[in-house]
């Protein structure tokens, strides 16, 4: 086999919606299952599991008489959201094993609840050995993000997904060597080359049923009678590619979603179900060597109203005890104000970071170690508390920030501690404590508070600080005393001059 | 062997000296040997104004100007970064982790050793009724043996018992305000070694802490 052959690879699903329902629910997975069009008895079953065909149920059906012909059939409302969730697992599952895929376009009619992407299969035998290992793999990647499917590879992506379409059971593969396109699809009939309704109506006239038929006709006559489009189904007919070259995907954003049966107004079964979403969302980065970074939560509140959240995660990872912890706390810190009728979750999927020693730096900790580290802190003390600390550019004297850890970042050592070993330290106090202040000739005398108490022995200021004069509730005024107390704490106190009180904002220690 | 005397010891394979991470200032490094041992736990305790926050400071100094990564799980909410800057203190090369509680500050503290790596994690657990149960103490202690990490808790009083392998309690001295209009110049404090398997010398120092501009 060339390997220089332009190969591309369908991976098809037959039954999106019942793979889909089952994705979600994978407890379902050996009932008799059927997925309706919509509520009520009377909708149409648009999907129906292997036990539930066994059983004698239908697909095209109500879904009264469903019920009529297997009492224990569990019938499910089709559910867009899981459905497109699992058209983008697809896509993630082609990615993992392929740089270019693209999602196929939907078919009509018989393969309405078909789902399928077409990835590029050339040169694949580098790193799967053989295109059949390829095509395993590829099964394999789909079957662990709960997508059983089926693979054929051919030379155009219309000639794979029609011989992926002959086949019979999900993991099931195919490969079509090269210059054998025009062979395979010869014996079968036109309509799978999915003509125009007007051509295929003219090709039934002429008497073409099969694809060997138009193969048969001359092509300049072809193509001064029934013009282009015919000519582009001889095309697919004889394996050739028509289309533009497969693209690289440049987002990585992923999103999980699911309509809920009935709306949810408690925490603790949302969490489970945000759970659910959340495992799935990880196989899907896994399967495309990437890790969660930010995540936004969406949730479809009952009053028609949506309410959606920004968390944060402080390095990508994969840990979804750490990703739930980090989704409960930004529920429980602000509970949704409805029940909730749909979840989405949605995340940028990061590359996982990779261990590189330095060799004139001591070694820190792992990036992977770390990240995990800082994802599960951060769910433990709350957003924006963990970090690097920043002196911020303001004069207050309380003014800080933190920036994110980045500790790979090289630095020169200091081989030293200089001239600085030995200074004295301030201790913040957040919030700054009040005091009770005597004040003799504008200078405290005497001092109570929870840190620092008694007579004022020995004392230097004011200093006068003042800033944001601007803002009404940033600005500030403040005289800055250092003071020792008689229980010989050294403490900083100040007069707030806006509020016309004392505080106590740090201890010298 | 009567007249061998000091000359036996116990059987055994003799313990490998432990690495220390040296403070920067003379007298305490002295006092201790050469520092705070790494892998272990040391606990600094002491009242305000004592120079607790002083010593743990020129630790991260020492610890971060070397280009080790350091952690300040910071139960107190204390942590000054204009303070930890004009003391050395490379903040780039510091992970904050702002815990409002104790149990979350030592389970933070607990994560931060076992994810191995860090030189130096600083445990500020001064705040007023601090109720560290000693199982939890032992339990950080074995992680930091396991990592490698010296483990050093700052506490109002002594907290952590036999779990720290060193202990030391300061107390303030005396304080100088200088000059004309005053100024705040520096603050001496008693350093008390009250733990050290095998303290080398002397147990108490008293050590000058200047005031920078920015403190």
């Known amino acids: 086999m060339s390997s220089d052959a332009p190969r591309t690879a369908c991976l098809l699903i037959p039954n999106l919606p019942l793979v889909a329902e089952l994705r979600a629910h994978p407890e379902l997975g050996g009932e008799p299952l059927a997925v309706a069009s919509g509520p009520g008895p009377r909708a149409e079953l648009i999907a129906v599991s292997a036990k539930a065909a066994r059983r004698g149920v239908l697909g095209q059906t109500s879904v009264a008489h469903a019920r009529a012909v297997c009492a224990e059939l569990i019938v499910r409302v089709a559910s867009p959201a899981l459905e497109t969730a699992a058209r983008a697992a697809l896509l993630d599952a082609a990615l993992g094993v392929s740089p270019r895929a693209t999602e196929a376009p939907r078919s009509a009619g018989a393969f309405a609840a078909e789902a399928a992407v077409y990835l590029d299969a050339s040169g694949v035998d580098a790193l799967f050995h053989s295109e059949a290992g390829f095509a395993a793999a590829l099964c394999a990647r789909a079957q662990r993000l709960g997508l059983p499917g089926n693979v054929a590879i051919a030379s155009s992506r219309q000639v794979a997904r029609i011989a992926a379409r002959r086949l019979s059971g999900p993991g099931e593969t195919f490969l079509l060597a090269p210059g054998r396109e025009a062979a395979f699809l010869a014996p079968l009939p036109i309509d799978i080359l999915d003509p125009e309704d007007a051509l295929a109506e003219q090709l039934t006239r002429f008497g073409v049923y099969t694809v060997s038929g138009l193969l048969a006709l001359p092509r300049r006559a072809l193509r001064s009678r029934l013009g282009p489009e015919a000519m582009r189904l001889v095309e697919l007919a004889q394996g050739r590619e028509t289309s533009a070259p497969l693209p690289a995907p440049s987002s990585a954003r992923l999103l999980e979603a699911i309509d809920l049966e009935f709306p949810i107004d408690r925490l603790e079964p949302l969490t489970f179900v945000i759970q659910g979403l959340l495992s799935r969302l990880l196989a899907r980065l896994e399967a495309r060597h990437l890790a969660c970074g930010n995540l936004t939560l969406t949730l479809q509140r009952k009053d028609g109203a949506r309410d959606a959240r920004w968390i944060g995660a402080a390095a990508p990872t994969l840990d979804l005890r750490v990703l739930v912890r980090l989704v409960c706390h930004a529920l429980e810190s602000h509970p949704p104000q409805a029940a909730v009728e749909g979840v989405s979750l949605e995340t940028e999927g990061r590359p996982i970071q990779s261990d590189q020693l330095d060799l004139f730096r001591p070694a820190g900790p792992a990036p992977a170690e770390l990240g995990r580290t800082l994802a599960e802190l951060e769910a433990l003390c709350g957003d924006g508390r963990i970090g690097s600390p920043r002196i911020a550019d303001h004069h207050h004297p309380d003014a800080f920030r933190m920036a994110p850890f980045q500790p790979g970042t090289p630095h020169t050592p200091r081989q030293s501690p200089g001239p600085l070993a030995g200074s004295l330290a301030i201790r913040a106090l957040r919030p700054p404590l009040d005091a009770s202040v005597r004040v003799c000739h504008g200078l405290p005398e005497h001092v109570r508070s929870a840190i620092a108490n008694g007579r004022v022995i020995q004392l230097a200021g004011p200093w006068r600080t003042t800033g944001s004069w601007w803002s009404p509730e940033d600005h500030f005024a403040f005289d800055s005393f250092d003071v020792q107390t008689a229980d010989g704490t050294v403490a900083r106190l100040r007069f707030d001059h806006l509020r016309k009180n004392w505080k106590i904002d740090a201890v010298y220690d | ?215």
């Not at chain 2, 432990?18 to 600094?44: K, Q």
């Not at chain 2, 992970?95 to 994560?111: G, K």
């Not at chain 2, 001496?188 to 120092?205: C, E, F, I, Y």
């Open chain 2, 1 to 215: 062997m009567r007249d061998l005397g000091p000359q036996l010891r116990r059987g055994g394979t003799p313990a490998e000296p432990t690495a220390r991470l040296a403070t920067g200032i003379p007298e305490i490094d002295r006092l201790l040997g050469g520092g705070f041992p790494r892998g272990r736990l040391s606990e600094i305790a002491g009242t305000a104004s004592s120079g607790r926050t002083s010593l743990a400071l020129a630790l991260l100094a020492r610890s971060t100007g070397a280009g080790e990564v350091t952690a300040v799980v910071d139960c107190a909410d204390a942590f000054d970064p204009g303070s930890a800057h004009s003391a050395g203190v490379l903040l780039d090369r510091v992970l904050w982790v702002r815990t409002p509680r104790t149990p979350q500050a030592l389970h933070c503290a607990e994560r931060l050793l076992e994810a191995h790596g860090f030189a130096l994690v600083l445990l500020d657990l001064a705040i007023p009724d601090l109720r560290c149960v000693p199982a939890t103490a032992l339990r950080l202690a074995r992680r930091a043996a396991s990592s490698g990490t010296a483990l050093v808790v700052l506490t109002a009083t002594r907290a952590l018992g036999t779990a720290a392998e060193v202990a030391i309690e300061l107390a303030p001295a005396r304080s100088h305000f200088t000059g004309t209009p005053a100024l705040l110049e520096g603050l001496d404090v008693q350093v008390n070694l009250v733990r050290h398997r095998n303290a080398p010398g002397p147990r108490t120092a008293t050590v000058r802490l200047r005031a920078t501009q920015a403190a």
